[in-house]
């Protein structure tokens, strides 16, 4: 399994950025990584390792990036109007800045599937909800879509429109509803175990059911934990399935 390191300076973030890409051919899928971690944790924990038949054989290219949770949400010194500001910033460099890196390491016509677990499900269902004329869908293992589970009881504008449940029952655009709906590809995962939220999912679900959105809810059962064993068996089976 091939794997590739660059970085560049983020206007957006005002700070470099570092991204990995493995392998050569295939759909472009985008890992979000989870909680403080950084665009190796997937690698570390193993999980790239579950993917290699898919992208050895050309199934899929990743592309895995930083996260920057440390500067926003999980940052408890920092005034909350301006964690939800970087928010806004860490969209605009994925938007501005990775999906144009994407296209330039694929093709322009090469489909884009965000994916991540725990705090990157969010991030990957937001990013493809808000945008879905640059990602067309999102794999999302273990979240809740709800961004006030990480705000400690702030709210505002930045915060709404980052929080799919909180948005997405108010959109009416209809050309952004019918990309939205045209995805097939909106998957999401949990288990039951320790740690995980089913609810959580199933309220989501029932989100997108109001809006006419398919959509995939796969709850695995009590054995299945909010952990790196659960995600390392949920993402290949879906790459292997559903693509």
């Not at 579950?50 to 992208?55: D, G, T």
């Not at 296209?103 to 937001?126: D, Q, V």
């Not at 209809?174 to 097939?184: D, K, P, T, V």
């Amino acid at each position: 399994m091939e794997r590739n390191l660059t970085s560049w300076y983020s206007p957006a973030l005002h700070k470099e950025m570092p991204i990995a890409v493995y392998g050569n051919y295939g759909f472009a899928l985008l890992l979000i990584p989870t909680a403080a971690a950084d665009y190796l944790e997937y690698e570390r924990f193993q999980l790239m390792d579950s993917l290699a038949p898919f992208i050895d054989g050309g199934k899929v290219k990743v592309f895995s990036i930083n996260s920057i949770n440390t500067e926003s949400w999980m940052n408890n010194q920092m005034n909350p109007a301006d964690k939800a500001i970087r928010h806004q910033q860490f969209n605009d460099y994925v938007f501005n800045e990775v999906v144009p890196f994407i296209r330039n390491n694929t093709s322009w016509e090469t489909p884009i599937i965000t994916s991540g677990a725990s705090f990157g499900a969010l991030h990957s269902a937001n990013l493809f909800f808000k945008r879905p004329d640059l990602i067309n869908g999102c794999i999302a293992m273990s979240g809740v879509y709800d961004l006030t589970e990480y705000t400690k009881g702030y709210f505002d504008d930045n915060v709404y429109f980052n929080s799919p449940i909180h948005y997405l029952p108010n959109l009416t655009d209809h050309n952004i509803l019918e990309q939205i709906r045209r995805s097939g590809h909106i998957h999401l995962l949990t288990g039951s175990g320790d740690h995980e939220d089913p609810d959580a999912n199933r309220r989501f679900a029932g989100v997108l059911y109001s809006k006419n959105i398919w959509y995939e809810l796969d709850i695995w059962g009590r054995e299945w934990r909010h952990d790196w064993p659960t995600w390392r068996a949920m993402l290949p089976h879906y790459l292997g399935t559903r693509f």
